[in-house]
């Protein structure tokens, strides 16, 4: 199942229209490329605001995936 959150398009998720646009913005199409960055890089993206943090940990918990999100830099 995670392979298959992984590639969906971002603007096919059950996310806000300002997760959306926001991801759009930074050239974001899958949540493949938005999970390659740690939360504490995300935060710190123009635009990806806690809220969106809080949608996307969201997201991922109701599938299960929640693992997903790097929370330490590498």
């Known amino acids: 199942m995670e392979d298959n959150i992984l590639q969906i398009p ?31 890089v995300l935060l710190q993206h123009e635009g990806f605001t806690y809220h969106h943090y809080q949608e996307l940990r969201n997201l991922l918990k109701e599938r299960n995936s929640v693992h997903l999100l790097k929370t330490k830099t590498l």
Do not use: C, D, R
């Not at 059950?14 to 504490?40: Q, R």
């Open 10 to 40: 971002v603007q096919q998720l059950e996310l806000s229209e300002s997760f959306k646009e926001m991801a759009f913005s930074h050239g974001i199409k899958t949540l493949e490329e938005l999970l390659n960055w740690p939360v504490n």
